[in-house]
């Protein structure tokens, strides 16, 4: 699986939108790209994934560049729940369904 | 509710005692998993099972064993703990793997289990 970079830690102001980075310039052509959050020790939490095409749900954006280089999470209107550990994986499909976490960038989101 | 539960969520043990931690998906997954987080190392995968009786290694399962005999459970097994397994754990299921389908690719973790070996 590609590696990832990503920023350690982020702030972002309540009601804001919170743009999460994440490099992979070494992703090939059948690796998607997966974020996860974790909330303070709770379980991790699918957000979003997608291979080149901008995604969106209910809970957050992604923008994926065209070289597939980066891509960024959006939150539309951080909340302070939103608040926790977010993780850019980049993956093979069907590849054995582990998850490659790394170290995550930990977003506060602030009054 | 769709849900991962575990059990215990904490426990605190004695080096070489025996001990199982269960895991229950009610989401008819086939493929499930467990994780261990510690700090520094982040989540690393122990064991998976891609279906009933299909189990197998991932990056740490030295010192634990798993087993997959119903589609619901998948509890992990200590035969004799060590403090270096003082960890939190997660179980995690999910559908067979599908990305071109949105609603197959979450994987659904439970709540975590705090184990400590004295």
């Known amino acids: 699986d590609a590696k990832t970079t990503q920023p350690p830690s982020m702030d972002c102001a309540e009601g804001r939108a919170a743009n999460l980075p994440c490099n992979h310039s070494?992703?090939?052509?059948?690796?998607?790209v997966y974020w996860y959050r974790q909330i303070h020790s709770q379980g991790p939490q699918y957000i979003i994934h997608g291979l080149k095409n901008n995604e969106t749900n209910e809970m957050a954006s992604l923008i994926i560049t065209e070289d597939r280089k980066s891509s960024t999470l959006i939150l539309p209107h951080a909340t302070l729940r939103d608040t926790a550990v977010y993780y850019c994986?980049?993956?093979?499909?069907?590849?054995?369904?582990?998850?490659?976490f790394g170290k995550g960038t930990s977003l506060l989101v602030t009054p | 509710e769709a849900q991962v539960t575990q059990n215990p969520r904490y426990l605190i043990t004695v080096t070489g005692k025996k001990l199982t931690v269960t895991c229950s998906q009610n989401m008819n997954h086939e493929y499930m998993s467990w994780y261990r987080q510690d700090p520094g190392l982040g989540l690393r995968q122990i064991y998976y099972?891609?279906?009933?009786?299909?189990?197998d290694k991932g990056d740490v399962p030295e010192g634990y064993k798993v087993s997959r005999k119903e589609k619901r459970n998948f509890p992990l097994i200590l035969e004799s703990p060590s403090p270096n397994q003082t960890s939190l754990y997660f179980c995690?299921?999910?559908?067979?793997?599908?990305?071109?389908?949105?609603?197959?690719?979450?994987?659904?973790f439970g709540p975590g289990t705090r184990l400590t070996v004295l």
């Open positions: 099972s891609m279906n009933v009786e299909v189990t």
């Open positions: 994986i980049v993956r093979v499909a069907n590849s054995g369904y582990a998850l490659n």
């Open positions: 070494t992703i090939s052509g059948n690796e998607y």
């Open positions: 995690a299921s999910s559908l067979r793997e599908n990305p071109s389908l949105r609603h197959r690719n979450e994987q659904f």
